[in-house]
């Protein structure tokens, strides 16, 4: 009984207030993108849906799972393609035909989420880098850590987010895609798969059950992150409109860079704003107008505060105080490969000792060639890193492009740049991986004036 009344009230709608969330938002979808994104299903949408599955996930209601359609599509595949929503049983939420349809929506709405989502989130955007985000927080805890002028600091704050998925207010979800200009029809299909959610839950060897949620999206469907990114597309719109009002103050971390006000990591959001009791009073209001709207809460004892080392602890103490927060504790950072070649190598749980049969570096070989096909971690990670250096050069434009061209690289390029001034330790391993990148990359001239002849390939 207690198991029941608990995940019947988490799923339960509360009622949401959101007409100030949603009065921010701007449409940003297209009639040419709707017009895409309602065309008529192909099989071949359908074949390749259920083809970028993995053929191993758990089984469904149907105890299928996606190997089997995979593996028996010449046979299947018709049937499969003529299966419609209204076809499906509503207990289908985990059923592989189900998957086939949202990843199919999901597959057609991708292309076009860099054009709807801010840039300050950029988990499941395609094209962008979530390092970006990475590359962007560094730099501004950075800033924080080593700023020691002004009268007012800067804070930032990490938010911890009860039951992110569940506490999704249907109301608001669905208000939020018609503001931002999707055609209603697609809003209905995407409604239909929200509701269809019925939850059983396992408790010892008795199951309870069915839960009807009337509020939420569920864990593990292809479309589920991407109706969360849009829906905390209300939280960013209205963080601009309290900085448009001059009510909060992003962290600038030099001179012509863009203000910084929060990025988000999926489920995962971090503000930045100058450390007064004003702002910090500013940033909970935000918090409980999205509560109300959205229905997703912070849990402010598990959040946390870091602040710039000119705030006084007088003021760290009332705003923590208001927030309701800890000061965060700075983590030290483990060695990988080295707990890697522990586990490996380590004969005993109780015995530091262990017998190393064969060094790392031909484990790291292909297996073909006698390895294990381990990955040398070094060489991954030139490889990431070269990839957002790459980045840095093709997309000038993104905020993280901008931020660390004003602060390392205002008069030059990535590719002339010295490592800085108190340069902090992930741009000094973006710049680690910058010869890794010249010896592939060439410029193509145009009219040269974006080229250091001497400085840059470009013959």
């Not at 099989?43 to 995979?70: C, I, N, Y």
């Not at 060897?205 to 949620?213: A, D, L, M, S, T």
């Not at 000119?310 to 707990?339: C, P, Q, Y």
Request: with cysteine; hydrophobic share 40%; aromatic share 12%.
């Amino acid at each position: 009984m207690v198991v029941s009344n608990y995940f019947h009230e988490l799923f339960q709608a509360s009622g949401c207030v959101c007409d100030e969330v949603i009065d921010c938002v701007p449409s940003a979808v297209t009639d040419l993108v709707n017009s895409k994104l309602f065309q008529p299903i192909e099989d071949e949408e359908v074949r390749k849906a259920a083809f970028q599955m993995h053929p191993d996930k758990s089984l469904g209601p149907d105890w299928m799972t996606p190997a089997f359609f995979q593996k028996c599509w010449p046979i299947v595949g018709d049937e499969v393609v003529k299966t419609h929503m209204s076809n499906l049983r509503p207990i289908a939420l985990s059923n592989v035909l189900f998957k086939i349809i949202t990843k199919v929506m999901v597959n057609r709405m991708k292309p076009f989420m860099d054009s709807i989502i801010y840039e300050n989130q950029s988990a499941f955007i395609p094209g962008r880098l979530i390092s970006n985000n990475i590359l962007v927080s560094f730099e501004v805890l950075h800033y924080l850590r080593t700023n020691r002028k002004g009268k007012n600091g800067f804070m930032a704050l990490k938010l911890d987010m009860s039951k992110a998925y569940e506490q999704i207010e249907w109301d608001f979800l669905e208000a939020m895609l018609q503001k931002l200009g999707f055609v209603e029809n697609w809003i209905q299909l995407i409604m239909k798969c929200v509701k269809s959610t019925r939850y059983c839950v396992t408790c010892g060897n008795n199951e309870v059950g069915p839960i009807i949620p009337t509020r939420g999206i569920r864990q593990g469907d292809p479309l589920s992150p991407y109706l969360f990114i849009l829906c905390a597309e209300g939280f960013t719109t209205l963080l601009r409109k309290y900085e448009q009002r001059g009510w909060l103050h992003g962290c600038k971390v030099a001179n012509g860079a863009p203000r910084v006000s929060h990025m988000l990591f999926a489920d995962d959001s971090y503000l930045y704003c100058k450390a007064t009791e004003d702002e910090a009073r500013r940033i909970q209001e935000v918090l409980l107008k999205f509560e109300l709207a959205s229905g997703r809460k912070v849990n402010f004892p598990k959040s946390s505060i870091f602040f710039s080392t000119n705030t006084l602890s007088s003021m760290k103490d009332r705003i923590n105080f208001i927030l309701g927060m800890v000061t965060a504790v700075e983590v030290v950072t483990r060695d990988i490969e080295g707990l890697m070649s522990k586990f490996l190598w380590q004969s005993s749980s109780n015995s530091p000792k262990g017998i190393h049969w064969m060094s790392w570096k031909k484990l790291c070989k292909h297996k073909s060639k006698g390895g294990m096909g381990f990955r040398n971690l070094r060489s991954f990670n030139l490889a990431l890193l070269g990839k957002q250096g790459w980045s840095l050069l093709t997309k000038p434009d993104t905020l993280v492009s901008a931020i660390l061209k004003a602060r390392y690289y205002p008069w030059g390029s990535f590719f002339t740049t010295d490592i800085g001034n108190n340069p902090n330790y992930v741009w000094r391993s973006v710049l680690e991986a910058r010869q890794l990148v010249l010896k592939g990359v060439r410029w193509t001239v145009g009219d040269g004036t974006s080229i250091s002849v001497l400085g840059e390939p470009w013959l």
